[in-house]
T-cell receptor, first 115, second 112 residues
C-alpha cells in the first residue's frame, strides 16, 4: 500500500507570493492533518480535514488555509508569504477522525523556503 | 491544554549500549501517547503507541516504551543501540480529540 505522498518536495518562493502544497493520503484514509516544522518552534499543528470539512485548527493566522477533496486529497495554501513561513510542511493521514486505535502516518514533507 | 516535554536536546550513546530517550506529558483525561522518529530530509515514522493496557509497549526496530502514570512519563528505550538508530525522536500526546501535540524532539547520536 502506498504511503502518504506530498508534492512538491521542495519549493522556493519570495515574500508576498502565495503557495499551494498538495497531499495524497494513504488509500482508505479519510483524515488529513497538516503540521509545520521549524527549528525554533518544533512541530506545530495547522489543521485537520475529514470528509472535506475542517475538524480542528491550530493557532496560525488566516493566511494559512486548506481544503480537502472528495477523494480525500488535501491542499494547503499560504498567502502573502513571510520569511518566517520557511519550514518543512508535513501532512499526515489516518483512517478516521478520532478513535483510539488510529495513529497518523506522515508523508515526507514539503520543504518551503521563502526568500 | 496538553503538553509534552523532552528534557534532553541530545542523547549520546555507544553502539551496543542501552538507550533511553525521556518524555513527560500533561493532559486532562486519558493520554494517548506516541513515539515517532525522523531521519534527515524525511517525514516522521511511527514507532509505537500507548493507548491502554500494559505499561510496557513494544514497537518497531526493537524499541519499547514504558508508560508511568504516576510520573506522567513515557520514556523510549532500546536494550542495544545501533548506529543506524541515530535520528531525531519525537514524543507526542493526543487526548480524546484529534490533535497531536509534539515535544521538542531529542537527537539521538549512537557512536560506533
Amino acid at each position: 500500500k502506498a504511503g502518504v505522498t506530498q508534492t512538491p518536495r521542495y519549493l522556493i518562493k519570495t515574500r508576498g507570493q502565495q503557495v499551494t502544497l498538495s497531499c495524497s493520503p494513504i488509500s482508505g484514509h479519510r483524515s488529513v492533518s497538516w503540521y509545520q516544522q521549524t527549528p525554533g518552534q518544533g512541530l506545530q499543528f495547522l489543521f485537520e480535514y475529514f470528509s472535506e470539512t475542517q475538524r480542528n485548527k491550530g493557532n496560525f493566522p488566516g493566511r494559512f488555509s486548506g481544503r480537502q477533496f472528495s477523494n480525500s486529497r488535501s491542499e494547503m495554501n499560504v498567502s502573502t508569504l513571510e520569511l518566517g513561513d520557511s519550514a518543512l510542511y508535513l501532512c499526515a493521514s489516518r483512517r478516521t477522525s478520532g478513535g483510539q486505535n488510529n495513529e497518523q502516518f506522515f508523508g515526507p514533507g514539503t520543504r518551503l523556503t521563502v526568500l | 491544554a496538553q503538553s509534552v516535554a523532552q528534557p534532553e536536546d541530545q542523547v549520546n550513546v555507544a553502539e551496543g549500549n542501552p538507550l533511553t530517550v525521556k518524555c513527560t506529558y500533561s493532559v486532562s483525561g486519558n493520554p494517548y501517547l506516541f513515539w515517532y522518529v525522523q531521519y534527515p530530509n524525511r517525514g516522521l515514522q511511527f514507532l509505537l503507541k500507548y493507548i491502554t493496557g500494559d505499561n510496557l509497549v513494544k514497537g518497531s526496530y526493537g524499541f519499547e516504551a514504558e508508560f508511568n502514570k504516576s510520573q506522567t512519563s513515557f520514556h523510549l528505550k532500546k536494550p542495544s543501540a545501533l548506529v543506524s538508530d541515530s535520528a531525531l525522536y519525537f514524543c507526542a500526546v493526543r487526548d480524546g480529540g484529534n490533535m497531536l501535540t509534539f515535544g521538542g524532539g531529542t537527537r539521538l547520536m549512537v557512536k560506533p
